[in-house]
């Protein structure tokens, strides 16, 4: 083990003093008893700590640490990291020349320690001008496969995908919003571990591999945003998905009242999920076990506990691709810009209030803003090389889903009338010339604006929400963009 050590601390000594560098995390590794050892691109220290017992810390003890300086290294990284609790492991990404990657993992022995760490270290000033960003690392274990042939059911796709992966524990189908005898054209395929769903991607990911004739499309399955157990506890709302889409407000409500008379308080459908409203959480909870699995109008429903938002961060997590898929009290568009729904439950990409106004200007929105000091770079790029997460506004998410399915831009038209006290409203028509066919030649939601700012805001918003299963047929391309 000492030689393993020896030969890991020497493993940066083409970008710093051999004997300097060796002598820094050689004491390192004295002073701490941790071990250190060099493999695949990445240099651990730790993993477990001398004298742990028992098994690693659980999912979410783990923060991403970016932005570090080239030539920082474990003797300077650790102290620092150490102020927020025990490091169960330290991952420093290395590059062939000795230098390290810019990033590691941290992970600690407890989730609070974690926490701590992302409180106290983001945004943490490790060097002169040189600024660390921290947060959650999200142990993925789900890939996305889209392009699946939507007569198949879970049985075969399981089938299908244990045979060409290692490591597969569940798949995730859901049917066709339209017809129930269908699934949507994609799954999520679950791993035992995150590096089980790694190695599966790997092997899929280049875009030739085929399943039944077909080139599936592979990613990774946006993650959900976790709520603390404190919070669920007072939950009240049940989420339901798989809903006919003739299905009513009236008659959901009716049904989730068949159990105990009186108890469900509102319902808010949108498309094929609804949020039920319970005046008592017993009663949601015990709901939720009793309807799970139920028949309604034809369709098999699921039934869970919305997750709640916090709806003054929720424009921050949403630039950052946290927001939840089940939240409760927001609307998501399904994230079209791919042609299917990365994210499990009803679709979250782009969010929206339910009463339809206009999305928060930049007062309300909290902006993430980094320094720009004298001699940074700057590379001219395109809008449509960024990811769907960089925008905020629902007029360039349109956009730029439009130009990732080869489609023309959106075109909109402005028109306007006058309220019983004389102010003009205003209401934008949108025309999408590539997919205007019989059917649907235009879009235009059912609520005026005061500002035409707002007015396009909302066109957009509608557009979005309204462009369902038969607008898939138009995506020829599915760009892969890899969460971690």
Not at 210 to 223: C, K, S, Y
Not at 277 to 306: P, Q
């Amino acid at each position: 083990m000492h030689e393993e050590n020896k030969a890991a601390a020497n493993g940066c000594s083409k970008s710093r003093s051999g004997t300097q560098n060796e002598a820094a995390l050689l004491a390192l590794m004295e002073k701490t008893g941790y071990s250190m050892v060099q493999e695949n691109g990445q240099r651990k220290f730790g993993g477990p700590p001398p004298g742990w017992e028992g098994p690693p810390p659980p999912r979410g003890c783990e923060v991403f640490v970016g932005k570090i300086p080239r030539d920082m290294y474990e003797d300077e990284l650790v102290p620092v990291f150490e102020r927020a609790g025990k490091i169960y492991e330290f991952r420093l990404m290395m590059e062939f020349s000795g230098e390290n990657r810019g990033y590691a993992f941290v992970m600690y022995t407890t989730k609070e320690e974690a926490q701590l760490a992302i409180k106290i270290l983001n945004n943490y000033e490790i060097r002169p001008g040189k600024f660390i960003g921290v947060c959650v690392s999200l142990d993925n274990c789900r890939l996305f496969i889209g392009a699946i042939p939507k007569e198949k059911k879970k049985e075969e796709i399981l089938n299908e995908m244990k045979k060409v992966t290692e490591g597969v524990v569940d798949v995730i189908v859901y049917p066709n919003a339209t017809d129930k005898t269908k699934n949507r054209g994609f799954a999520f395929v679950e791993y035992e571990s995150h590096r089980a769903a790694a190695m599966a991607r790997r092997r899929l990911i280049p875009g030739t591999f085929q399943l039944w004739g077909h080139t599936i499309q592979v990613d990774w399955a946006d993650p959900e945003k976790e709520v603390d157990e404190e919070t669920m506890q007072r939950v009240k709302v049940l989420y339901v998905r798989n809903l006919m889409i003739s299905t009513t407000e009236d008659t959901i409500k009716a049904e989730f009242n068949k159990f105990k008379p009186g108890v469900v308080e509102r319902v808010k459908k949108l498309r094929d999920y609804a949020f039920v409203h319970f005046f008592h959480r017993e009663d949601a909870v015990a709901a939720m076990s009793v309807m799970n699995g139920k028949c309604i109008d034809g369709a098999s429903i699921e039934v869970t506990l919305a997750k709640p938002v916090n709806k003054e961060s929720i424009w921050k997590q949403h630039f950052n691709g946290q927001i939840s898929p089940s939240s409760e009290n927001l609307l998501g568009f399904p994230n079209k810009e791919d042609g299917h729904q990365k994210s499990l439950g009803k679709p979250a990409n782009f969010l929206v209030r339910l009463n339809g106004q206009h999305s928060p200007g930049p007062t309300e929105v909290e902006r993430c803003t980094y320094p720009f000091f004298p001699g940074i770079k700057l590379t001219p790029i395109s809008m449509y090389s960024l990811k769907s997460s960089h925008f905020s506004s629902a007029a360039m998410h349109l956009d730029y889903f439009c130009n990732k399915n080869n489609w023309t831009p959106p075109e909109y038209y402005l028109y306007s009338t006058t309220s019983q006290d004389g102010k003009i409203l205003l209401v934008y028509k949108v025309l999408i010339p590539s997919i205007a066919d019989g059917s649907q030649s235009y879009f235009m939601p059912d609520k005026l604006c005061a500002t035409v700012e707002g007015a396009k805001e909302l066109a957009a918003q509608f557009t979005l929400l309204h462009l369902d299963d038969r607008s898939l047929q138009f995506c020829q391309r599915y760009p892969c963009c890899s969460i971690k």
